[in-house]
């Protein structure tokens, strides 16, 4: 009996893994979207770049000059199009 419904057990939750597969995943994003992202990663890493250079800022400026760089790929992330 014991083996009749660990069998049951295990049909059932394979049953239900491969029923959600097809459902795994994201909607896919378009080449305009992909493109607006990469360009505000860009702005994003270059600002980094230039809060982090020899002769920039150091502490709570950095840490501004940092989380509005963060805020600003943010909105530019939400800009692009869908």
Same mark, same amino acid.
């Given at each position: #009996?014991?083996?009749? @419904? =660990? =069998?049951? =057990? +295990? @049909?059932? @939750? +394979? ?7 097809? &459902?795994?995943?994201?909607? %896919?994003?378009?080449?305009? &979207? *992909?493109?607006?992202?990469? !360009?505000? =990663? ?9 809060a982090? $250079? ?7 400026? !950095? %840490? !501004?000059? #940092?989380? $509005?760089?963060?805020?600003?790929? %943010? *909105?530019?992330? $939400? !800009?692009?199009?869908?």
């Open positions: #009996m014991k083996n009749a @419904i =660990t =069998t049951a =057990t +295990l @049909i059932l @939750i +394979l049953a239900c893994g491969f029923a959600a597969a097809p &459902h795994a995943g994201g909607p %896919k994003h378009s080449p305009a &979207h *992909d493109a607006a992202v990469k !360009r505000c =990663t860009e702005a994003y890493e270059a600002a980094a770049a230039g982090h $250079a020899p002769n920039s800022p150091k502490g709570e400026a !950095r %840490k !501004r000059a #940092m989380h $509005a760089a963060a805020e600003a790929k %943010k *909105d530019c992330i $939400a !800009r692009a199009p869908k």
